[in-house]
Protein backbone atom coordinates (compact mmCIF):
# COMPACT_ATOMS: atom_id res chain seq x y z
CA UNK A 1 0.00 0.00 0.00
CA UNK A 2 3.07 2.41 0.97
CA UNK A 3 4.72 1.86 -2.41
CA UNK A 4 1.49 2.64 -4.20
CA UNK A 5 1.05 5.95 -2.11
CA UNK A 6 4.45 6.86 -3.23
CA UNK A 7 3.45 6.13 -6.81
CA UNK A 8 0.68 8.33 -6.60
CA UNK A 9 2.70 11.19 -5.29
CA UNK A 10 5.62 11.14 -7.51
CA UNK A 11 3.07 11.06 -10.28
CA UNK A 12 1.44 14.19 -8.88
CA UNK A 13 4.77 15.65 -8.64
CA UNK A 14 5.37 14.88 -11.94
CA UNK A 15 2.64 16.62 -13.19
CA UNK A 16 2.91 19.49 -11.16
CA UNK A 17 6.47 19.92 -12.23
CA UNK A 18 5.66 19.48 -15.73
CA UNK A 19 3.20 22.20 -15.80
CA UNK A 20 5.81 24.71 -13.75
CA UNK A 21 8.11 23.53 -17.22
CA UNK A 22 5.14 24.13 -19.47
CA UNK A 23 4.64 27.52 -18.02
CA UNK A 24 8.40 28.62 -18.22
CA UNK A 25 8.65 27.61 -21.64
CA UNK A 26 6.00 30.04 -22.01
CA UNK A 27 7.69 32.74 -20.50
CA UNK A 28 10.93 31.96 -22.28
CA UNK A 29 9.41 31.91 -25.64
CA UNK A 30 8.05 35.35 -24.98
CA UNK A 31 10.98 36.80 -23.98
CA UNK A 32 12.73 35.88 -26.96
CA UNK A 33 10.11 37.56 -28.70
CA UNK A 34 10.87 40.86 -26.58
CA UNK A 35 14.11 40.41 -27.04
CA UNK A 36 13.56 40.36 -31.07
CA UNK A 37 11.49 43.50 -30.91
CA UNK A 38 12.23 45.78 -32.41
CA UNK A 39 12.87 43.74 -35.46
CA UNK A 40 15.06 45.73 -37.81
CA UNK A 41 15.39 45.51 -41.05
CA UNK A 42 18.58 46.42 -41.24
CA UNK A 43 21.04 44.82 -39.10
CA UNK A 44 21.98 46.06 -35.58
CA UNK A 45 24.28 48.63 -35.38
CA UNK A 46 27.50 47.79 -33.59
CA UNK A 47 30.15 50.01 -32.52
CA UNK A 48 33.83 48.89 -33.39
CA UNK A 49 35.52 47.05 -30.17
CA UNK A 50 37.62 48.77 -27.95
CA UNK A 51 41.39 48.37 -28.22
CA UNK A 52 42.58 46.94 -24.36
CA UNK A 53 45.36 47.70 -22.75
CA UNK A 54 45.61 44.79 -20.42
CA UNK A 55 43.87 41.72 -18.72
CA UNK A 56 41.99 41.59 -15.55
CA UNK A 57 42.35 39.41 -12.79
CA UNK A 58 39.17 37.43 -13.49
CA UNK A 59 39.78 37.14 -17.40
CA UNK A 60 43.98 36.06 -16.40
CA UNK A 61 42.26 33.19 -14.63
CA UNK A 62 39.55 32.20 -16.70
CA UNK A 63 42.19 32.48 -19.96
CA UNK A 64 44.91 30.62 -18.01
CA UNK A 65 45.48 27.29 -19.49
CA UNK A 66 45.86 29.53 -22.84
CA UNK A 67 47.71 31.97 -21.84
CA UNK A 68 50.78 29.85 -20.61
CA UNK A 69 50.88 29.37 -24.34
CA UNK A 70 53.80 31.08 -25.80
CA UNK A 71 52.00 31.19 -29.52
CA UNK A 72 49.27 32.55 -27.92
CA UNK A 73 50.12 34.23 -24.78
CA UNK A 74 48.85 37.81 -23.46
CA UNK A 75 49.46 39.60 -26.68
CA UNK A 76 47.30 37.40 -28.55
CA UNK A 77 44.66 37.14 -25.67
CA UNK A 78 44.24 40.72 -25.80
CA UNK A 79 43.71 40.60 -29.46
CA UNK A 80 41.04 38.02 -29.51
CA UNK A 81 39.05 40.19 -26.56
CA UNK A 82 39.04 42.74 -29.06
CA UNK A 83 38.19 40.44 -31.94
CA UNK A 84 34.79 40.17 -33.75
CA UNK A 85 33.47 37.26 -35.95
CA UNK A 86 30.70 36.63 -37.72
CA UNK A 87 29.21 33.33 -38.01
CA UNK A 88 27.15 32.69 -41.06
CA UNK A 89 24.66 29.80 -40.22
CA UNK A 90 24.09 28.57 -36.56
CA UNK A 91 23.52 24.72 -37.30
CA UNK A 92 25.37 21.56 -37.06
CA UNK A 93 29.03 23.65 -37.95
CA UNK A 94 28.07 26.72 -36.23
CA UNK A 95 27.21 25.80 -33.06
CA UNK A 96 30.52 24.10 -31.95
CA UNK A 97 32.56 27.13 -33.88
CA UNK A 98 30.79 29.93 -31.53
CA UNK A 99 30.71 28.28 -28.79
CA UNK A 100 35.05 27.46 -28.94
CA UNK A 101 35.31 30.97 -29.71
CA UNK A 102 32.87 32.06 -26.68
CA UNK A 103 34.88 29.85 -24.70
CA UNK A 104 38.40 30.79 -25.42
CA UNK A 105 37.08 34.96 -25.17
CA UNK A 106 36.26 36.36 -28.80
CA UNK A 107 34.89 39.89 -28.25
CA UNK A 108 31.97 39.71 -30.44
CA UNK A 109 30.63 37.01 -32.00
CA UNK A 110 27.46 38.25 -35.09
CA UNK A 111 25.44 35.06 -35.37
CA UNK A 112 23.28 35.09 -38.85
CA UNK A 113 20.24 32.28 -39.09
CA UNK A 114 16.79 33.09 -40.63
CA UNK A 115 15.74 29.56 -39.22
CA UNK A 116 14.03 27.91 -35.92
CA UNK A 117 15.38 25.37 -34.12
CA UNK A 118 13.56 22.05 -34.97
CA UNK A 119 13.67 18.68 -33.42
CA UNK A 120 15.89 17.37 -36.35
CA UNK A 121 18.52 19.67 -35.70
CA UNK A 122 19.64 18.59 -32.01
CA UNK A 123 21.63 15.53 -32.81
CA UNK A 124 24.45 17.63 -34.14
CA UNK A 125 23.60 21.65 -33.05
CA UNK A 126 24.49 21.66 -29.63
CA UNK A 127 23.71 24.84 -28.97
CA UNK A 128 20.26 24.59 -28.81
CA UNK A 129 18.04 22.45 -26.81
CA UNK A 130 14.41 20.53 -26.52
CA UNK A 131 12.71 23.46 -24.77
CA UNK A 132 13.73 26.09 -27.82
CA UNK A 133 12.50 24.05 -30.23
CA UNK A 134 10.19 26.32 -32.75
CA UNK A 135 12.37 29.55 -31.78
CA UNK A 136 14.84 31.33 -33.78
CA UNK A 137 18.36 29.46 -33.75
CA UNK A 138 19.97 33.12 -33.59
CA UNK A 139 18.62 34.13 -30.52
CA UNK A 140 18.82 29.85 -28.96
CA UNK A 141 22.79 30.24 -29.84
CA UNK A 142 22.80 33.67 -28.54
CA UNK A 143 21.45 32.70 -25.13
CA UNK A 144 23.33 29.47 -25.31
CA UNK A 145 26.72 31.67 -25.37
CA UNK A 146 25.86 33.97 -22.70
CA UNK A 147 25.21 31.38 -20.12
CA UNK A 148 28.98 30.09 -21.23
CA UNK A 149 30.60 33.41 -20.96
CA UNK A 150 29.10 36.78 -20.33
CA UNK A 151 31.88 38.95 -21.21
CA UNK A 152 31.26 37.70 -25.04
CA UNK A 153 29.16 40.14 -26.98
CA UNK A 154 26.18 38.26 -28.97
CA UNK A 155 24.84 39.82 -31.59
CA UNK A 156 22.28 37.65 -33.14
CA UNK A 157 20.69 38.29 -36.46
CA UNK A 158 17.86 35.95 -37.11
CA UNK A 159 17.25 36.78 -41.11
CA UNK A 160 18.50 35.46 -43.85
CA UNK A 161 21.70 36.43 -45.76
CA UNK A 162 20.88 38.37 -48.35
CA UNK A 163 22.50 40.28 -51.61
CA UNK A 164 21.18 43.74 -49.75
CA UNK A 165 22.42 43.13 -46.43
CA UNK A 166 25.62 40.82 -46.61
CA UNK A 167 28.26 43.31 -47.78
CA UNK A 168 27.17 46.05 -45.05
CA UNK A 169 26.97 42.96 -42.10
CA UNK A 170 30.60 42.00 -43.07
CA UNK A 171 32.44 44.82 -42.65
CA UNK A 172 31.12 45.57 -39.06
CA UNK A 173 33.72 42.19 -38.48
CA UNK A 174 37.05 41.06 -39.11
CA UNK A 175 36.91 37.87 -39.50
CA UNK A 176 34.09 35.70 -41.29
CA UNK A 177 33.01 32.11 -40.96
CA UNK A 178 30.71 30.20 -43.95
CA UNK A 179 28.66 27.50 -41.71
CA UNK A 180 25.79 27.70 -44.00
CA UNK A 181 23.74 24.94 -45.35
CA UNK A 182 23.78 26.16 -49.39
CA UNK A 183 25.21 26.96 -52.21
CA UNK A 184 23.99 30.49 -53.00
CA UNK A 185 25.00 31.74 -49.42
CA UNK A 186 28.42 30.22 -50.00
CA UNK A 187 29.14 32.61 -53.24
CA UNK A 188 26.85 35.12 -51.33
CA UNK A 189 29.23 35.12 -48.69
CA UNK A 190 32.60 34.82 -50.52
CA UNK A 191 31.69 37.69 -52.73
CA UNK A 192 31.10 39.95 -49.35
CA UNK A 193 34.13 39.03 -47.75
CA UNK A 194 36.06 39.86 -51.55
CA UNK A 195 34.28 43.20 -51.79
CA UNK A 196 35.01 44.16 -48.06
CA UNK A 197 38.37 42.25 -47.57
CA UNK A 198 37.76 39.98 -44.77
CA UNK A 199 39.23 36.49 -44.43
CA UNK A 200 37.03 33.70 -44.97
CA UNK A 201 36.95 30.60 -43.20
CA UNK A 202 34.62 28.24 -44.86
CA UNK A 203 33.85 25.04 -43.77
CA UNK A 204 30.90 22.13 -45.00
CA UNK A 205 30.43 18.75 -44.10
CA UNK A 206 28.00 15.80 -45.52
CA UNK A 207 27.51 12.17 -44.56
CA UNK A 208 30.78 11.32 -43.08
CA UNK A 209 32.96 14.19 -45.07
CA UNK A 210 34.08 17.14 -44.05
CA UNK A 211 36.45 20.12 -46.25
CA UNK A 212 38.12 23.33 -44.73
CA UNK A 213 39.84 26.10 -46.13
CA UNK A 214 40.87 29.83 -45.51
CA UNK A 215 39.73 31.87 -48.47
CA UNK A 216 40.67 35.48 -49.26
CA UNK A 217 43.47 35.61 -46.98
CA UNK A 218 46.68 37.28 -47.58
CA UNK A 219 46.23 37.06 -51.17
CA UNK A 220 45.82 33.36 -51.41
CA UNK A 221 42.30 31.96 -53.45
CA UNK A 222 38.88 32.89 -52.45
CA UNK A 223 36.29 30.27 -53.57
CA UNK A 224 35.24 31.50 -56.99
CA UNK A 225 38.86 31.06 -57.75
CA UNK A 226 38.76 27.61 -56.76
CA UNK A 227 35.11 27.05 -57.85
CA UNK A 228 34.36 29.91 -60.67
CA UNK A 229 31.08 28.17 -61.69
CA UNK A 230 28.41 26.40 -59.20
CA UNK A 231 27.26 22.67 -59.58
CA UNK A 232 24.56 22.08 -61.14
CA UNK A 233 21.11 21.89 -58.92
CA UNK A 234 20.57 18.64 -59.11
CA UNK A 235 23.93 17.60 -58.24
CA UNK A 236 24.01 19.05 -55.03
CA UNK A 237 22.73 17.01 -52.01
CA UNK A 238 21.68 18.31 -48.97
CA UNK A 239 22.12 16.89 -45.33
CA UNK A 240 18.24 16.44 -45.27
CA UNK A 241 18.54 14.35 -47.96
CA UNK A 242 22.35 12.95 -47.51
CA UNK A 243 22.11 12.58 -43.97
CA UNK A 244 25.02 13.89 -41.71
CA UNK A 245 26.60 12.58 -38.52
CA UNK A 246 26.89 14.90 -36.00
CA UNK A 247 30.23 14.50 -35.08
CA UNK A 248 31.70 15.29 -38.10
CA UNK A 249 29.80 18.53 -38.41
CA UNK A 250 31.50 18.97 -34.91
CA UNK A 251 35.25 18.22 -35.68
CA UNK A 252 34.83 20.54 -38.73
CA UNK A 253 33.20 23.69 -36.27
CA UNK A 254 36.46 22.57 -34.09
CA UNK A 255 38.68 22.69 -36.80
CA UNK A 256 36.85 26.38 -37.85
CA UNK A 257 37.04 27.52 -34.22
CA UNK A 258 40.73 26.73 -34.85
CA UNK A 259 41.54 28.82 -37.69
CA UNK A 260 39.32 31.48 -37.04
CA UNK A 261 41.07 31.60 -33.37
CA UNK A 262 44.68 31.63 -35.57
CA UNK A 263 43.73 34.21 -37.50
CA UNK A 264 42.55 36.53 -34.91
CA UNK A 265 45.29 36.23 -32.39
CA UNK A 266 47.76 36.93 -35.08
CA UNK A 267 49.30 33.51 -35.19
CA UNK A 268 47.72 33.28 -39.28
CA UNK A 269 45.46 30.15 -40.37
CA UNK A 270 46.84 26.67 -41.51
CA UNK A 271 44.61 26.15 -44.37
CA UNK A 272 44.96 29.57 -47.06
CA UNK A 273 45.67 27.72 -49.97
CA UNK A 274 44.51 24.62 -49.27
CA UNK A 275 41.77 22.50 -48.22
CA UNK A 276 41.71 20.14 -45.52
CA UNK A 277 39.27 16.80 -46.34
CA UNK A 278 37.54 14.70 -43.53
CA UNK A 279 37.18 10.83 -44.37
CA UNK A 280 35.12 10.71 -40.79
CA UNK A 281 34.71 6.52 -42.22
CA UNK A 282 38.10 5.89 -42.82
CA UNK A 283 39.50 8.20 -40.14
CA UNK A 284 41.47 10.13 -42.73
CA UNK A 285 42.61 13.52 -43.06
CA UNK A 286 44.40 14.95 -46.58
CA UNK A 287 45.29 18.18 -47.09
CA UNK A 288 45.18 19.29 -51.17
CA UNK A 289 47.29 21.99 -52.15
CA UNK A 290 44.89 24.17 -54.41
CA UNK A 291 45.29 26.23 -56.81
CA UNK A 292 46.55 30.25 -56.19
CA UNK A 293 44.63 33.30 -56.65
CA UNK A 294 43.36 33.23 -60.24
CA UNK A 295 44.01 36.05 -61.89
CA UNK A 296 40.79 36.21 -63.64
CA UNK A 297 38.95 35.51 -60.91
CA UNK A 298 35.04 37.27 -61.34
CA UNK A 299 35.28 38.37 -57.37
CA UNK A 300 38.70 38.58 -56.77
CA UNK A 301 40.90 39.12 -59.88
CA UNK A 302 42.29 41.70 -62.12
CA UNK A 303 39.19 42.61 -63.69
CA UNK A 304 36.62 41.34 -61.06
CA UNK A 305 33.35 41.40 -62.51
CA UNK A 306 31.66 40.77 -59.36
CA UNK A 307 31.73 44.65 -58.05
CA UNK A 308 28.55 44.72 -55.94
CA UNK A 309 26.40 41.53 -54.61
CA UNK A 310 23.95 39.89 -57.62
CA UNK A 311 21.00 37.41 -57.31
CA UNK A 312 22.63 33.95 -56.55
CA UNK A 313 19.86 32.03 -56.14
CA UNK A 314 19.90 32.78 -60.10
CA UNK A 315 23.39 32.23 -60.17
CA UNK A 316 23.36 28.75 -58.74
CA UNK A 317 19.56 28.02 -60.36
CA UNK A 318 18.47 27.15 -56.71
CA UNK A 319 17.10 28.45 -53.19
CA UNK A 320 19.21 29.84 -50.14
CA UNK A 321 17.79 26.91 -47.82
CA UNK A 322 18.59 23.27 -47.40
CA UNK A 323 15.11 22.94 -47.85
CA UNK A 324 14.21 19.98 -49.95
CA UNK A 325 13.46 21.21 -53.28
CA UNK A 326 9.82 20.10 -55.10
CA UNK A 327 10.44 18.82 -57.97
CA UNK A 328 7.42 19.35 -61.05
CA UNK A 329 7.70 16.13 -63.35
CA UNK A 330 4.08 14.77 -64.04
CA UNK A 331 0.90 16.72 -64.88
CA UNK A 332 -1.78 17.54 -61.96
CA UNK A 333 -3.75 14.33 -63.52
CA UNK A 334 -1.02 12.12 -62.39
CA UNK A 335 -0.98 12.69 -59.16
CA UNK A 336 -3.15 12.37 -55.75
CA UNK A 337 -2.66 13.79 -52.79
CA UNK A 338 -2.55 11.67 -48.98
CA UNK A 339 -6.63 12.85 -48.67
CA UNK A 340 -7.21 10.99 -51.59
CA UNK A 341 -5.01 8.10 -51.13
CA UNK A 342 -6.44 7.63 -47.64
CA UNK A 343 -9.96 7.25 -48.96
CA UNK A 344 -8.89 5.29 -51.79
CA UNK A 345 -7.13 2.84 -49.30
CA UNK A 346 -10.24 2.86 -46.69
CA UNK A 347 -12.84 2.07 -49.65
CA UNK A 348 -10.87 -1.22 -50.21
CA UNK A 349 -10.10 -0.50 -53.95
CA UNK A 350 -7.73 -2.80 -55.11
CA UNK A 351 -4.07 -0.96 -56.22
CA UNK A 352 -0.65 -1.26 -56.04
CA UNK A 353 1.04 0.85 -53.24
CA UNK A 354 4.80 0.96 -54.33
CA UNK A 355 7.81 2.80 -52.17
CA UNK A 356 10.46 3.60 -53.78
CA UNK A 357 12.96 4.88 -50.90
CA UNK A 358 16.14 3.74 -50.42
CA UNK A 359 16.04 0.85 -47.81
CA UNK A 360 17.61 2.81 -45.07
CA UNK A 361 14.88 4.68 -44.74
CA UNK A 362 12.26 2.01 -45.24
CA UNK A 363 14.10 0.77 -42.17
CA UNK A 364 12.99 3.59 -40.45
CA UNK A 365 9.28 3.77 -41.45
CA UNK A 366 6.95 1.91 -43.92
CA UNK A 367 3.38 1.44 -44.69
CA UNK A 368 2.96 -2.06 -43.98
CA UNK A 369 1.21 -2.84 -46.89
CA UNK A 370 2.95 -1.22 -49.76
CA UNK A 371 5.77 -3.21 -52.54
CA UNK A 372 9.44 -1.51 -51.62
CA UNK A 373 11.86 -1.46 -54.93
CA UNK A 374 13.73 1.60 -54.30
CA UNK A 375 14.31 4.37 -57.35
CA UNK A 376 18.05 3.34 -58.04
CA UNK A 377 17.41 -0.18 -59.14
CA UNK A 378 14.46 0.90 -61.30
CA UNK A 379 16.37 3.24 -62.63
CA UNK A 380 18.69 0.50 -63.94
CA UNK A 381 15.93 -1.85 -65.14
CA UNK A 382 17.07 -4.25 -62.27
CA UNK A 383 15.72 -7.55 -63.73
CA UNK A 384 14.54 -9.21 -60.37
CA UNK A 385 13.00 -5.78 -59.03
CA UNK A 386 10.88 -5.50 -62.67
CA UNK A 387 10.02 -9.07 -62.30
CA UNK A 388 8.65 -8.99 -58.62
CA UNK A 389 6.81 -5.90 -59.94
CA UNK A 390 5.53 -7.69 -63.28
CA UNK A 391 3.87 -10.44 -60.60
CA UNK A 392 2.15 -7.78 -58.23
CA UNK A 393 1.12 -6.35 -61.26
CA UNK A 394 -0.48 -9.74 -62.38
CA UNK A 395 -1.52 -10.81 -58.98
CA UNK A 396 -3.34 -7.30 -58.63
CA UNK A 397 -4.95 -8.07 -62.13
CA UNK A 398 -6.26 -11.66 -60.77
CA UNK A 399 -7.59 -10.17 -57.49
CA UNK A 400 -9.37 -7.01 -59.19
CA UNK A 401 -12.77 -7.39 -59.80
CA UNK A 402 -13.96 -7.27 -63.35
CA UNK A 403 -14.05 -3.56 -65.01
CA UNK A 404 -12.08 -2.47 -61.98
CA UNK A 405 -8.81 -0.02 -63.04
CA UNK A 406 -5.16 -1.69 -62.55
CA UNK A 407 -3.60 1.31 -60.35
CA UNK A 408 0.00 1.63 -58.75
CA UNK A 409 0.42 4.44 -56.51
CA UNK A 410 4.04 5.52 -56.33
CA UNK A 411 5.50 7.18 -52.39
CA UNK A 412 8.71 8.04 -51.23
CA UNK A 413 9.64 10.79 -48.49
CA UNK A 414 8.57 13.78 -50.09
CA UNK A 415 7.11 13.24 -53.42
CA UNK A 416 10.44 13.89 -55.83
CA UNK A 417 11.60 10.27 -56.49
CA UNK A 418 8.43 9.21 -56.72
CA UNK A 419 7.88 11.81 -59.94
CA UNK A 420 10.81 10.44 -61.49
CA UNK A 421 9.35 5.99 -60.73
CA UNK A 422 6.33 7.41 -62.15
CA UNK A 423 8.23 8.63 -65.16
CA UNK A 424 9.92 4.74 -65.01
CA UNK A 425 7.04 2.98 -64.89
CA UNK A 426 5.23 5.17 -67.78
CA UNK A 427 8.05 4.23 -69.84
CA UNK A 428 8.45 0.09 -68.84
CA UNK A 429 4.48 0.00 -69.93
CA UNK A 430 4.92 1.51 -72.97
CA UNK A 431 7.43 -0.63 -73.96
CA UNK A 432 5.22 -3.52 -72.60
CA UNK A 433 8.23 -4.34 -70.17
CA UNK A 434 5.11 -4.21 -67.61
CA UNK A 435 0.99 -4.85 -68.09
CA UNK A 436 -0.72 -1.81 -69.24
CA UNK A 437 -1.21 -0.18 -65.70
CA UNK A 438 -2.09 3.40 -64.68
CA UNK A 439 0.62 4.99 -62.28
CA UNK A 440 0.15 7.74 -60.36
CA UNK A 441 2.36 9.47 -57.56
CA UNK A 442 1.54 10.65 -54.12
CA UNK A 443 2.47 14.56 -53.35
CA UNK A 444 4.57 14.71 -50.39
CA UNK A 445 5.03 11.68 -49.72
CA UNK A 446 5.33 9.79 -46.67
CA UNK A 447 6.16 12.82 -45.09
CA UNK A 448 2.37 14.22 -46.06
CA UNK A 449 1.19 11.06 -45.07
CA UNK A 450 2.70 12.02 -41.43
CA UNK A 451 1.34 15.55 -41.39
CA UNK A 452 -2.15 14.79 -42.84
CA UNK A 453 -3.33 11.65 -41.84
CA UNK A 454 -1.61 9.64 -39.07
CA UNK A 455 -0.01 11.43 -36.35
CA UNK A 456 1.67 8.70 -34.96
CA UNK A 457 3.70 8.03 -38.43
CA UNK A 458 7.15 8.96 -37.67
CA UNK A 459 8.68 11.79 -39.57
CA UNK A 460 12.62 12.03 -40.44
CA UNK B 1 56.29 4.33 -76.47
CA UNK B 2 55.43 5.87 -72.88
CA UNK B 3 55.83 3.49 -70.57
CA UNK B 4 52.09 2.97 -68.30
CA UNK B 5 51.46 3.18 -64.91
CA UNK B 6 49.06 2.13 -62.00
CA UNK B 7 47.89 5.11 -59.93
CA UNK B 8 45.62 5.16 -57.40
CA UNK B 9 42.14 7.20 -58.03
CA UNK B 10 40.41 8.73 -54.79
CA UNK B 11 36.74 9.85 -55.42
CA UNK B 12 35.40 12.28 -52.52
CA UNK B 13 31.66 13.25 -51.89
CA UNK B 14 29.36 13.26 -54.57
CA UNK B 15 31.77 11.71 -57.40
CA UNK B 16 31.97 9.09 -55.02
CA UNK B 17 28.41 8.47 -55.66
CA UNK B 18 28.67 9.03 -58.92
CA UNK B 19 31.49 6.24 -59.35
CA UNK B 20 30.24 4.09 -56.84
CA UNK B 21 33.83 3.63 -55.62
CA UNK B 22 35.87 5.42 -53.20
CA UNK B 23 39.01 4.27 -54.54
CA UNK B 24 40.55 1.86 -57.61
CA UNK B 25 43.41 1.36 -59.07
CA UNK B 26 43.89 2.48 -62.89
CA UNK B 27 46.15 1.87 -65.29
CA UNK B 28 47.81 4.92 -67.75
CA UNK B 29 50.50 6.22 -69.51
CA UNK B 30 53.13 8.47 -67.34
CA UNK B 31 53.25 10.71 -69.65
CA UNK B 32 49.70 12.02 -70.08
CA UNK B 33 48.08 15.34 -70.51
CA UNK B 34 45.81 16.52 -67.46
CA UNK B 35 42.69 16.99 -69.30
CA UNK B 36 43.64 13.12 -70.82
CA UNK B 37 43.78 11.70 -67.62
CA UNK B 38 40.79 13.29 -66.92
CA UNK B 39 38.86 11.65 -69.80
CA UNK B 40 40.65 8.67 -69.47
CA UNK B 41 38.72 8.34 -65.34
CA UNK B 42 35.31 9.99 -67.38
CA UNK B 43 35.70 7.06 -69.56
CA UNK B 44 35.25 4.99 -66.83
CA UNK B 45 32.42 6.31 -64.95
CA UNK B 46 30.44 9.00 -67.46
CA UNK B 47 28.33 10.61 -64.72
CA UNK B 48 31.22 11.75 -63.65
CA UNK B 49 30.92 14.46 -67.19
CA UNK B 50 27.96 16.02 -64.64
CA UNK B 51 30.73 17.57 -61.90
CA UNK B 52 33.92 18.05 -64.45
CA UNK B 53 33.87 22.00 -64.46
CA UNK B 54 32.96 21.75 -60.51
CA UNK B 55 35.85 19.30 -58.96
CA UNK B 56 39.43 20.17 -57.76
CA UNK B 57 41.38 17.67 -59.63
CA UNK B 58 44.70 16.91 -57.40
CA UNK B 59 47.55 15.01 -58.42
CA UNK B 60 49.65 14.06 -55.58
CA UNK B 61 47.34 15.82 -53.19
CA UNK B 62 48.05 19.20 -55.33
CA UNK B 63 45.29 20.86 -57.52
CA UNK B 64 45.79 20.86 -61.39
CA UNK B 65 44.08 22.28 -63.56
CA UNK B 66 41.92 20.30 -66.44
CA UNK B 67 44.29 21.68 -69.54
CA UNK B 68 46.87 20.63 -71.31
CA UNK B 69 49.41 20.89 -68.87
CA UNK B 70 51.69 17.46 -69.12
CA UNK B 71 51.79 14.97 -65.74
CA UNK B 72 54.47 12.56 -65.07
CA UNK B 73 53.20 10.17 -63.02
CA UNK B 74 55.04 7.56 -60.83
CA UNK B 75 53.30 4.28 -59.88
CA UNK B 76 51.44 4.41 -56.65
CA UNK B 77 50.69 8.61 -57.28
CA UNK B 78 47.32 9.47 -56.22
CA UNK B 79 44.87 11.35 -57.98
CA UNK B 80 41.89 13.16 -56.34
CA UNK B 81 38.69 14.02 -57.51
CA UNK B 82 37.34 16.43 -55.01
CA UNK B 83 33.95 18.18 -55.50
CA UNK B 84 32.79 20.86 -53.02
CA UNK B 85 30.15 19.65 -50.04
CA UNK B 86 28.22 22.80 -49.14
CA UNK B 87 25.94 20.82 -45.90
CA UNK B 88 26.30 22.36 -42.46
ZN1 LIG C 1 38.93 34.65 -56.55
Redesign the pocket.
Known amino acids: MAARQEVLALQAEVARREEELSSLKQRLAAALLEEQEPTPERPVQVSPLPSKAALSRDEILRYSRQLVLPELGVHGQLRLATASVLIVGCGGLGCPLAQYLAAAGVGRLGLVDYDVVEMSNLARQVLHGEALAGQAKAFSAAASLRRLNSAVECVPYAQALTPATALDLVRRYDVVADCSDNVPTRYLVNDAC ?1 LAGRPLVSASALRFEGQITVYHYDGG ?2 Y ?2 VFPQPPPAETVTNCADGGVLGVVTGVLGCLQALEVLKIAAGMGPSYSGSLLLFDALRGHFRCIQLRS ?2 PD ?1 A ?3 ERPTVTDLQDYEAFCGSSATDKCRSLQLLSPAERVSVTYYKRLLDSGAPHLLLDVRPQVEVDICRLPHALHIPLKQLERRDPESLKLLGEAIREGKRDAQEGAADSIYVICKLGNDSQKAVKILQCLTAAQVLDPVTVRDVVGGLMAWAAKIDGTFPQY | MVPWCQVEVLYFAKSAEIAGVRSETISVPQEIKALQLWKEIESRHPGLADVKNQVIFAVRQEYVELGDQLLLLQPGDEIAIIPPISGG
Do not use: I, N, Q, T
Request: charged share 25%.
Open positions: VPCRCRKCACG
